[in-house]
């Protein structure tokens, strides 16, 4: 079993930055890949950015490449999301999830395992 929190999430101008965690608890957690989805009002739940277990794999949306980084400490049980250069579509829900298998660029939520109850991004303009 594994137990996700995020934080960080909060108001942010276009052009900003803010960097989300995510907290596990579970001795289990360095054998899960790590993803993180967004949800939009109105919106179905998708893809931002996958990194594998030990963190030497990642993939991202092709919406927020080159601008968002996500990394892990498997020491602290904790990943990151770092978002740079935000814009407002990029106000959304942010969740984190853990996966028992690295799906790179074809990772989706229906394969995730666990979830956090998500953090609130919102980028003004």
């Known amino acids: 079993q594994v137990q996700l929190v995020e934080s960080g999430g909060g108001l942010a101008q276009a052009g900003g930055s803010l960097r989300l965690s995510c907290a596990a608890s579970?001795?289990?957690?360095?054998?899960?890949?790590m993803a993180w989805f967004r949800q939009a009002p109105g919106k179905e739940r998708e893809f931002v950015a996958v990194i594998s277990w030990g963190g030497n794999r990642a993939d991202y949306a092709d919406s927020v490449k080159g601008r968002f980084i996500t990394s892990r400490d498997n020491a602290k049980n904790t990943v990151y999301l770092q978002m740079n250069s935000l814009k407002p579509e990029d106000t959304a829900v942010y969740y984190c999830?853990?996966?028992?298998?690295?799906?790179?660029?074809?990772?989706?939520?229906?394969?995730?395992?666990?979830w956090g109850k998500g953090t609130l991004v919102t980028v003004s303009s």
């Open positions: 999830a853990a996966d028992d298998d690295y799906r790179g660029a074809y990772t989706n939520r229906y394969d995730m395992d666990y």
């Open positions: 579970g001795r289990t957690f360095s054998s899960y890949t």
